[in-house]
Structures are given as C-alpha cells and as structure tokens.
T-cell receptor
Framework: ETGVTQTPRHLVMGMTNKKSLKCEQH?????MYWYKQSAKKPLELMFV???????ENNSVPSRFSPECPNSSHLFLHLHTLQPEDSALYLC???????????????FGEGSRLTVL | GQNIDQPTEMTATEGAIVQINCTYQ??????LFWYQQHAGEAPTFLSY??LDGLEEKGRFSSFLSRSKGYSYLLLKELQMKDSASYLC??????????WGAGTKLIIKP
C-alpha cells in the first residue's frame, strides 16, 4: 500500500447509527487532516493532528469525533448525524516543519457519506 | 474575511489552451497551490507558487502576482483526461490553507 488510503469508500447510515471512517498514510508524514467536501463549496477543514496531537477543531459539531492513535492512522467517529452531513470526507497528510505546513497535502480518495 | 474566487465551470476544446483564474484576499500570504481532482478521486498536487512569475511544468503552467492577489493555471494541448475540477488554495500568514470552491473544466472533442 502506498499514499493515503481511506475506508470505506462509500457509507450509508441512518441518523441514529454509529460508524467510523478510517484513514491510513504510508508516507511517513507527521500531520493528518480531515476535510469535508460538499458540492460547489470550498474544502472545509475539520480537524488537524500534528505529531498525534489535535491542533485544530474548526467548530465541528460533537457528533464528529476524531481519533489519532499514531502518526499513521486517523479515524473519524460518526454518531447521530444529520442529512446535511452527507458529503465526501477527505483525509490528507503532510510533513510539517517546526509547526508550519509549507508543503503539499496528499489526499486519500475520500469516503462518500450519505445520511438518511 | 478570507476569500478565494475562481470560476465555477469552464468548457474548452481538445487540443486548445485554457486559463483558469484565481483571485484571493487573505490575511497574509505564504504560497498558492493548484490541485487537480477527477470525479470520484483524490485531489492531487499540480503546482506551488510563492514568488511572482510563471512556473512551467510540461503542459501545465501556473502564474502568480502577489500585488494583485491573482493567479492562473494555464493548460496547453488539452486532452480529454484533463476534464476535472481544479482547486486553488492559498496559505495565509498562519500557514492555514484557504480553499476556493474549485473550477470544473469540461473538455469537448
């Protein structure tokens, strides 16, 4: 496996379900990100982890809960979601030097989430 | 507020040249990225500009004018596989990436 892999690629869930999205990066990077991508809107940064520590939470509702057990793995736990949460959820990684991200992001192919 | 503007959709003909513009208003500037995203796939890095001028990479070139808050991505000798969305993103003074909504490029034979 190379690059950034995400599972599942597609997920349909009801509003009362609990599910998790998984991301794994094989690039040796020290930062990982969750983005939300909705049609015709800019990418929305949700969470950032540098060296396994969460450094950003951009006012994301608590029904989204991230977990970063190590620098290669990132999870997004989903609970009691709303239909408006239906979107493509992208994971990305990068190499951060002295706290500053000056390099490119490497994205996974995303998990397409549909909330019924 | 911080803002990135780019056209929503553009159409061009195979073999032709197309220019996708991006204007930005951000708190500070530490570089501008262009990414390509095919439908159902991951965004992939195309180019990075931090100084004014033109960066050429094969059929693709990216231009930056910091004083005008303006960039463009130039695609030459268009191929059908260039049909994709093109995302402009700027790194602000806090090294946060600010994203545009993307330009969907449709290539016609």
């Amino acid at each position: 496996e190379t690059g950034v892999t995400q599972t599942p690629r597609h997920l349909v869930m009801g509003m009362t379900n609990k599910k998790s999205l998984k991301c794994e990066q094989h690039l040796g990077h020290n930062a990982m990100y969750w983005y939300k991508q909705s049609a015709k809107k800019p990418l929305e940064l949700m969470f950032v982890y540098n060296f396994k520590e969460q450094t950003e939470n951009n006012s994301v509702p608590s029904r989204f809960s991230p977990e970063c057990p190590n620098s290669s793995h990132l999870f997004l736990h989903l609970h009691t979601l709303q239909p408006e949460d239906s979107a493509l959820y992208l994971c990305a990684s990068s190499q951060v030097d002295q706290g500053f991200n000056t390099g490119e992001l490497f994205f996974g192919e995303g998990s397409r989430l549909t909330v019924l | 507020g911080q803002n990135i503007d780019q056209p929503t959709e553009m159409t061009a003909t195979e073999g032709a040249i197309v220019q996708i513009n991006c204007t930005y208003q951000t708190s500070g500037f530490n570089g501008l990225f262009w990414y390509q995203q095919h439908a159902g796939e991951a965004p992939t890095f195309l180019s990075y500009n931090v100084l004014d001028g033109l960066e050429e990479k094969g059929r693709f070139s990216s231009f930056l004018s910091r004083s005008k808050g303006y960039s463009y991505l130039l695609l030459k000798e268009l191929q059908m596989k260039d049909s994709a969305s093109y995302l402009c993103a700027v790194t602000d003074s806090n090294y946060q990436l600010i994203w545009g909504a993307g330009t969907k490029l449709i290539i016609k034979p």
